[in-house]
């Protein structure tokens, strides 16, 4: 799974706003009042869209894009997202129970070692995030 995906997104100006497509991504649309707010949503919305998914689509070339493009105000550019950072802000924690060997613990807890933490990030790492 790749950590940081990017989509090229068509801004299309409407009513002084703009609203975002991604034609490669099922279900994305978003809106913004300016350009920057416009990109900020598209990033969560692409983060949003993404997240669940076990294999993300595959991007079309940026200048494919050009079809869609409707107005002389539209724009289209590429917008990215790092998954892994994504997650992180929006991840809730989950209870875990496991069993490891009495003195792997007691060695841990006499080294202060956060299980939690630990048990995360060698995750990740297996992972390959």
Known sequence: MKRVVSYPA????????YWVEIP???GFVTQGDTVEEAFFMA???LGLCLEDLEVYPE???LTAMIQY???EKDF?????VDMVDYRNAKAQS?????TLPAWINELALKSNINFSET???ALLEKLGL
């Open 43 to 45: 990033r969560d919305a």
């Open 119 to 121: 048990l995360k990030e």
């Open 69 to 71: 493009k409707s107005a």
């Open 10 to 17: 068509i801004f299309h100006y409407e009513n002084n706003g």
């Open 59 to 61: 991007a079309s070339d």
């Open 24 to 26: 490669d991504v099922d």
């Open 76 to 80: 289209i550019t590429m917008v990215m």
């Open 94 to 98: 989950v209870k875990k129970t496991l």
